[in-house]
């Protein structure tokens, strides 16, 4: 079984900055893409960053200019740095990776949420 556990989100004034954290953990054999989606409300679920294995990354136009991902392999952690917040960034930021385990080819998973909100 394969755990992902967000931490980092709150509460920050417009100009302000958070660094999210999420862990994956469990049966890990390798993990290959992770990354971060957020769900504003009354919005759909979007992309806000994607990091490959390697490093290779892939931002929204929205937030490219504003946000860094890294990532720890030999922690299976990945790292989201969002400088310059604006109260359109608030939303629940979900963690996925791309795991593949000892028992089990690539599954997809995702944390369980963590909320951003950005006052003006």
């Known amino acids: 079984q394969v755990q992902l556990v967000e931490s980092g989100g709150g509460l920050v004034q417009a100009g302000g900055s958070l660094r999210l954290s999420c862990a994956a953990s469990g049966s890990i054999f390798r993990i290959d893409v992770m990354g971060w989606y957020r769900q504003a409300p009354g919005k759909q679920r979007e992309l806000v960053a994607v990091i490959s294995r390697g490093g290779r990354v892939n931002y929204a136009d929205s937030v490219q200019a504003r946000i860094t991902i890294s990532r720890d392999n030999a922690k299976n952690t990945v790292y989201l740095q969002m400088n310059s917040l604006k109260p359109e960034d608030t939303g629940v930021y979900y963690c996925?990776?791309?795991?593949?385990?000892?028992?089990?080819?690539?599954?997809?998973?995702w944390g369980q949420g963590t909320l951003v909100t950005v006052s003006s």
């Open positions: 996925i990776a791309d795991v593949y385990s000892i028992v089990s080819p690539r599954v997809e998973h």
